[in-house]
DNA sequence: ATACGACTTAAACCATGGTTTAAGTCAACA
DNA sequence: TGTTGACTTAAACCATGGTTTAAGTCGTAT
């Protein structure tokens, strides 16, 4: 089985180094294997775990909830019912704000419409500006 | 003309008032108006510019960024091409953030589809047991 | 007249989510 | 053997977006 260097990882899902100690330090990345040297080694189970945390974090879950999802993971299968009650109620939260995001948007869309007729319309007074000259 | 006050503006936004406050002194909310004793009021105009900038924060555009909005509304219609292509510009990071979102919430639904398979999993034991009684 | 509630300000405080820095260790290559 | 590059840590630092506090001013109802 392959294992990831901390750059390797980073490179993959493209965020920084930085930003994987911080979520290791925050409790997200637990089980991180170690070589002789001290560093960090992901093993696939450790890159699925860290794709996990990027979905969640994607989707604007805090940091300590994520936490909790994986305390709950590392735990094992008897808090499987607690993991599907969360990312169901999390599913929920993220529909929400999309739709949010949406209805929010339909009101820029009004915006773009109305500057892109002003926009029109002097083009066109200036055209008959022309015309008159 | 009716003017709101500031507990009027908050309720019709379900937003605190000091979040009304802190957009104000950030240049959110230029030419509000004062009574007498210096309290705000808030003409129909100012609430339609609140409405703007809480569709825009509701779609994740920085404080500053929407200021630079704002000022360009206050500078007047020479600035219309500008925030045009603002406001297309804004639209395109929001439908990207949006379709972020999706992709990551698709993640989500199919780890609630392993976690509802197991717990049924699980029960289909527990019957077994039970039958086996 | 006074007391209450709604408002005002400036400044301090807070949570969140990282990023940066400084000092050091180690492996591998020249 | 020494120097380079990739890694390590703890701690300091930062930006963002508010919220809270303290002290004070008004308008109005009793």
Same mark, same amino acid.
């Given at each position: 089985?392959?294992? *990831?260097?901390?750059? @390797? ?12 100690? *911080? *979520? ?6 637990? #089980? ?11 093993? $696939?189970?450790?890159?699925? #775990? ?7 974090? =994607? ?15 590392? @735990? ?12 169901? $109620? ?6 929400? $704000? ?8 339909? @009101? ?13 319309? $002097?083009?066109?007074? =200036?055209?008959?500006? @022309?015309?008159?000259?």
């Amino acid at each position: 089985m392959k294992y *990831y260097s901390i750059s @390797e990882a980073a490179a993959k899902f493209d965020i920084p180094e930085s930003t994987i100690r *911080y *979520y290791e330090k925050k409790g997200l990345l637990p #089980l991180i294997e170690r070589d002789a040297a001290g560093r960090r080694l992901f093993s $696939e189970d450790s890159m699925t #775990l860290l794709k996990v945390v990027i979905y969640l974090k =994607n989707t604007h879950m805090p940091i300590k909830k994520i936490k909790q999802y994986v305390d709950w993971v590392v @735990e094992g299968d008897h808090t499987t019912q607690l993991r599907l009650d969360m990312m169901k $109620e999390h599913k929920k939260a993220v529909l929400a $704000e999309i739709s949010l995001m949406e209805t929010s948007l339909h @009101e820029i869309d009004l915006k773009i419409a109305r500057y892109t007729n002003r926009i029109q319309a $002097e083009k066109q007074k =200036n055209n008959g500006k @022309e015309e008159a000259r």
